[in-house]
């Protein structure tokens, strides 16, 4: 059974970047055909979709992050990691990792992550 | 962007059938996911590809599409069904996500 944890600061200053892992236990990055993605859920409920990096590494990052995202994966350590630069209030919320199929952004998410709360704060 | 709408809450009692749209532009070419949120734990899998249900998903949990709305059906729902469900899609750019609708078994 593929798990999925997350870990990283829970609190973030403004203007600062942040920083959260994934680590995989179950599986393998070698294992292609997934997509291993970031998705955020604000307070409220609302669901946003981040990015993914692919089994070939192949990158992909919603746009209205405006170029503030990166994903990357570190095999040896079982975990894809996600990198979001220039943080304010409005990236407060709940992040999640998880394990995408289908193909590139038709693909849906099994399983997701516990989530981590990650506040943008002074 | 495209979005896909949800009512925000839909009631049923026991034993009855729940019924949740999820209504975007273009639907009818694109595949739709479903997924199940209980209070304070990450959304779950419940169908995918329109209408195919992962393993250990109930019988009782449906998905259909009829042009641009798609349709989770819970037959016999239990309390255990309660919570948010999400509908999912894509658009030119990105994943999209339905704004979520809180079932109540009353």
């Known amino acids: 059974q593929v798990l999925l944890q997350v870990s990283g600061p829970r609190l973030v200053r403004p203007a600062q970047t942040l920083s959260l892992t994934c680590t995989l236990s179950g599986g393998s990055f070698s294992r292609g055909g997934y997509y291993w993605t970031w998705i955020r859920q604000h307070p409220g409920k609302g669901l946003e979709w981040l990015g993914y990096?692919?089994?070939?590494?192949?990158?992909y990052y919603n746009p209205s992050l405006n170029g503030r995202l990166s994903i990357s994966v570190d095999s040896s350590e079982n975990s894809f990691s996600l990198r979001l630069t220039s943080v304010t209030g409005a990236d407060t919320a709940l992040y999640y990792c998880?394990?995408?199929?289908?193909?590139?952004?038709?693909?849906?998410?099994?399983?997701w992550g516990q989530g981590t709360q990650v506040t943008v704060s002074s | 962007s495209s979005d896909l709408t949800q009512p925000p809450s839909v009631s049923v009692s026991p034993g009855q059938t729940a019924s949740i749209t999820c209504s975007g532009t273009?639907?009818?070419?694109?595949?739709v996911y479903w997924y199940h949120q209980r209070p304070g734990q990450s959304p779950i899998l419940v169908i995918y590809?329109?209408?195919q249900r992962p393993t250990g998903i109930p019988e009782r949990i449906t998905g259909s599409k009829s042009g641009s709305t798609a349709t989770l059906t819970i037959s016999g729902t239990q309390t255990m069904e309660e919570g948010d469900y999400f509908c999912?899609?894509?658009?030119?750019?990105?994943?999209?996500f339905g704004g979520g609708t809180k079932l109540t078994v009353l």
């Open positions: 998880a394990r995408g199929q289908g193909s590139g952004i038709r693909q849906w998410f099994d399983p």
């Open positions: 590809q329109d209408n």
């Open positions: 999912q899609t894509w658009d030119t750019t990105s994943l999209i």
């Open positions: 990096i692919s089994y070939s590494g192949t990158t």
């Open positions: 273009d639907l009818d070419k694109k595949n």
